[in-house]
């Protein structure tokens, strides 16, 4: 039943909207999304080498979670920080929290490698030996192959009063070895595992090279390279005699921040602060559950770490190693391969400008191909006609081939100026690189502005044609990266619109320059307008709804934590707005909340491909207006960073994106799950009867008919 304004009573409910019990806190909601991949892994009807796959995605997922956020909040311990998130726990609350979250998990994960995909895996040919598991045969093939191509590498660290305990790298494997001399006195060792040789290791490729002769075997034959150097130890330490090993894993804080008002050359600035990660403190130590308590005191000492520091697992650590066993070439234990489709709108060999000209285009990758995007910076970099290209690069991956054009339209004497952020996290190095690639060929390249992240996906491109100056635009909800297109799911979209081009220009002129221009035609831009004009939207569909009017929100984005926009979104729903919200990751709105929330419906979508386009619809009385961009609601996109969204004014476009994309993906009934009150969430599955809709499927076998 549509609330009327007198069944509202906004004091009261904007009071009792800052109730805690109505938050999710972020922290436990990220760790539901890493459940939500892991669940993937433990899921049956996954292809075998793609549940490898999400092992590896679920373990990268929480190192990277413990470098960040969970070194953030010691940090917050350290420091005394008395400020709670909406939710109110504290700090210390929430690191334990997160410990008794993350322990079931992190085994779970171990059993169901072992348990599970370890035999399926050897039932269909692909076997990891463990140490107990390898021939005398292939011991003494894999000691020659450890003497030639091993031993050279490694570097046995001793600690004693001489020498001491060494600095042990970020996320580096090692091995704690303790061991007596021929008098009986005990040491103590370190061997790093090189990260520069295969941590996977092939037998049979060893075989053809150090048993050559003997059958190769049908089946696939790996070991663990640690297990190599832990059966080889003999030679690193001749003369002692190994009482225990126990392999070790440790996660220090990469978190560092970058004073930009005191940094004369922020490139250099970026360069040293991802030096000075391999020195932050140890938030985290893995180990495995074999090691003896010496020696697990031993490095508690050394690495000065408490109990609660410290995860005993069984082996091996470092799962997010897995990405190299979900290569091996086994088509069948894959997902079936899938080749992106061209856009009807950009037949092959069209002129992409004469397309844009004709039409808006839209793409919808990876279903679409990202090919055209590409095509747009080559052909802007051979096109005479073309005058000047302008882009923002947030992550743009390695052997880029829009660098590329970029380097060639400098080379063709076009004017290119490109924005690269220096400061995407864990992408300092590449984009560092890039830089200064693209500055020694003569590219105008800034790093932004002050105290603030770039993160807008815009391309400009300024055309000298028959009648007067025109500008193509390219905007995007994801990277100009052709190796994330491929898995990530994004929509983006070409126009040359006069209005969007010329907020487009004075976006530009804003980050390259010191224009104080603001005030945009068509773009939400953060972080001046975009939380006011947002609220603003929202309020719009509640005054819709309290007046009996057609009004319906409709938001997808990878997180939800901004505490007044959930508010908006809860007011929203008390007026009666029918709200939908479909959050990959983090949310921190509870739904479902009689008299709150009864009104929202939250849901989110893991599959094969990697859900990252933002879509912000308002039904607005049945007159739509639907948003695309890079933006999720959260503190950080709406006040600390550079964010544009962009509105798809082509009716055919958006009404795809209404009644196919969004409508597709909220009737997904087998792989979305929804979020309940209590923020737990629920797999949806079929109702007797209905259809089932896997929506990333729905696309693959549809993305020819546009």
């Given amino acids: 039943m549509t609330a009327t304004q007198s069944e509202i009573k906004p004091d009261t409910r904007i009071a009792n909207l800052a109730d805690p019990s ?38 990268n997922n929480l190192d990277e979670y413990y470098m960040v956020r969970v070194s953030g909040l010691k940090d917050q311990v350290t420091a005394g920080v008395v400020e709670t998130p909406p939710d109110g726990l504290t700090p210390q609350q929430q690191l334990a929290a997160i410990r008794e979250r993350v322990l079931p998990m992190l085994h779970e994960e171990r ?23 390898w021939t005398n045969a292939q011991r003494t093939m894999l000691r020659r192959y450890f003497e030639v191509e091993v031993y050279p590498v490694l570097t046995p660290l001793a600690v ?77 330490f001749p003369g002692m005699r190994v009482t225990a090993t126990g392999a070790f894993r440790i996660t220090r804080n990469s978190d560092t921040e970058i004073s930009e008002e005191e940094a004369e050359d922020l490139l250099e600035t970026v360069e040293e602060s991802v030096r000075q990660r391999r020195f932050g403190q140890v938030v985290r130590m893995t180990i495995v559950d074999s090691m003896p ?56 060999g069209e002129d992409i400008f004469t397309a844009i ?14 090919l055209p995007v590409v095509e747009f910076f080559q052909q802007a970099a051979e096109d005479p006609q073309v005058l000047a290209i302008k882009t923002t690069l947030y992550r743009t991956g390695s052997n880029s081939p829009i660098i590329e054009a970029l380097l060639a339209a400098q080379e063709n004497a076009k004017q290119v100026a490109v924005l690269v952020e220096l400061k995407a996290r864990f992408d300092e190095e590449n984009n560092i690189g890039w830089a200064r690639q693209l500055e020694a060929s003569g590219v105008h390249v800034v790093y932004g502005l002050l105290g603030l992240k770039t993160h807008a996906k815009i391309a400009l491109v300024v055309r000298k044609e028959a009648d007067g100056m025109r500008r193509y635009v390219h905007l995007s909800t994801g990277n100009y990266n052709s190796s994330t297109a491929r898995i990530y799911t994004d929509l983006c979209m070409f126009t040359c619109r006069d209005d969007i081009a010329a907020d487009a220009s004075e976006l530009f002129n804003r980050l390259t320059g010191y224009s104080n221009h603001t005030n945009y035609r068509k773009l939400l831009v953060a972080p001046e307008h975009l939380r006011s004009q947002m609220l603003a939207l929202i309020q719009r569909e509640i005054d819709h709804a309290l007046a009996g009017r057609d009004a319906h929100l409709i938001f997808k984005m990878n997180a939800l934590v901004d ?109 979305a799950r929804e979020l309940r009150a209590d923020g737990t969430y629920q797999r949806l599955t079929p109702a007797p009867g209905e259809p089932a809709i896997e929506s990333q499927r729905w696309f693959m076998e549809h993305s020819r008919d546009h």
């Fill in 22 to 59: 109505l938050y999710i806190n972020r922290e436990l909601s990220w760790l539901s999304f890493n459940e939500r991949c892991l669940a993937e892994a433990l899921d049956p009807d996954v292809a075998l080498l793609e549940r490898v796959r999400f092992l590896a995605i679920f373990s």
């Fill in 111 to 133: 059993r169901v490698f072992h348990e599970d995909i370890l035999p399926k895996l050897a039932e269909a040919g692909v076997n990891i030996l463990e140490l107990g598991q």
């Fill in 160 to 236: 004693d009063p001489g020498r001491p305990f060494p600095h042990i790298s970020n996320l580096s494997l090692n091995l704690a070895v303790m061991m007596e001399d021929e008098a009986g006195n005990k040491r103590f060792a370190r061997v790093k595992v090189p990260n520069v040789l295969p941590r996977l290791i092939d037998l049979n490729d060893v075989q053809r090279v150090y048993d050559q002769g003997t059958e190769i075997p049908t089946v696939q034959n790996f070991i663990w390279l640690e297990d190599l150097i832990s059966a080889n130890l003999d030679l690193l």
């Fill in 293 to 348: 308590e010496p020696m697990r005191e031993i490095l508690m000492y050394n690495l000065e770490l408490e109990p609660e520091d410290v995860i005993q697992l069984r082996a091996p650590l470092g799962m997010s190693d897995l990405f190299a066993l979900a290569n091996v070439d086994m088509p069948l234990l894959k997902a079936p391969p899938y080749i992106p489709q061209r856009p009807s709108g950009l037949p092959p």
């Fill in 357 to 370: 000209r004709h039409q808006d285009i839209l793409i919808h990758r990876p279903y679409d191909s990202f």
């Fill in 563 to 671: 505490a007044e926009m959930i508010q908006m979104l809860y007011k929203a729903s008390i007026a009666g707005v029918r709200v939908d919200l479909l959050v990959r990751g983090i949310c921190c709105l509870r739904p479902g909340i009689p008299g709150i929330s009864d009104n929202i419906r939250v849901t989110c979508l893991i599959g094969r491909f990697l859900e990252h386009a933002r879509i912000y619809y308002f039904r607005n009385n049945n007159d739509p207006q639907v948003y695309l961009g890079s933006a999720d609601l959260m503190p950080r996109n709406l006040n600390s960073r550079v964010e544009a969204l962009f509105p798809v004014e082509s009716q055919p476009l958006r009404q795809r994106i209404i009644d196919e994309i969004l409508a597709i993906e909220m009737a997904d009934n087998v792989k």
